[in-house]
């Protein structure tokens, strides 16, 4: 049995990891809510956004704006993968590598692929095993609509050009502080809703549809990620929450565990003090 001083250390070391832990759940915790006020109040208008977007395009084809729907044989992939900079957050960062990680395996196994990375823990990872053309970990910085667009606007030329035939999104969708889903988003090219064959939605045009299409689809596009990252952060802060919280309850019951040892090593040290004494005693009376 451990010694009462290597005991005490290790209960005193415990109790500083466990006022760590409740601090950065606390801090989680803050930064949760003003993440899920953001990406609950944002989500109605980026479906509806979406939603006329995937209607619109089936109709684009003889217009300019077709090009962002142009279906192409996919031979060159770009996967855009959403981590978080930071640690301790649980499988957050793990699930959405295994995604990847599990995509190339399984849907472009033979194929050119290549990555964009956001967060570092993504491309720490990733960038062993695949290219990644670009690393926009800072965007965590200033989580902003106008950053965000920037990164689409590049995709967006990107796919354009010809570079690549696909673009996808990998993030984790926020449900709750305990659940986030892993979700693969097509981002490019745009798919139109049809039902039986036909498109599911026809729209009267005021102005000139060339003029609307060419101001919704890019601004649709450019939602779309910038929901991918909110749902990512509010994700990231929630799953940490949840991770600290489990730490500082685990930290506890071993702290227990050890007063536990510790007071009955000192009982036993105080009896046999009391033996050698008792002991003593008698030997001087003898």
Known sequence: MANLK?????????????????????VSA????????????MRPYSNKLSELLQNLSATLEA????????QRKVSKVLLVVITSNRGLCGGFNSSIIKAAQKTV???YQGKTVELVSIGKKGFDILSRDFKVIDNQSAIYDDLSFGNSALIAENL???????TYDKIEIIYNSFKNAATQIVKVEQFLPIEPIQIEGHVSADYIYEPEKEEIISALIPKSLKTQLYKALRDSFASEHGARMTAMHKATDNANDLRNDLLLTYNKARQAAITNEILEIVGGAEALNG
């Open 6 to 26: 290597e005991i005490r250390n290790r209960i005193t070391s415990i109790g500083s990891t466990m006022k760590i832990t409740k601090a950065m759940k606390m």
């Open 30 to 41: 803050a930064k949760l809510k003003k993440a899920q006020d953001a990406i609950t109040a």
């Open 156 to 162: 967006m030329q990107l796919f354009v050009d010809g």
């Open 105 to 107: 395996a399984e849907q």
């Open 63 to 70: 217009d300019a704006g077709g090009v962002y729907s142009e």
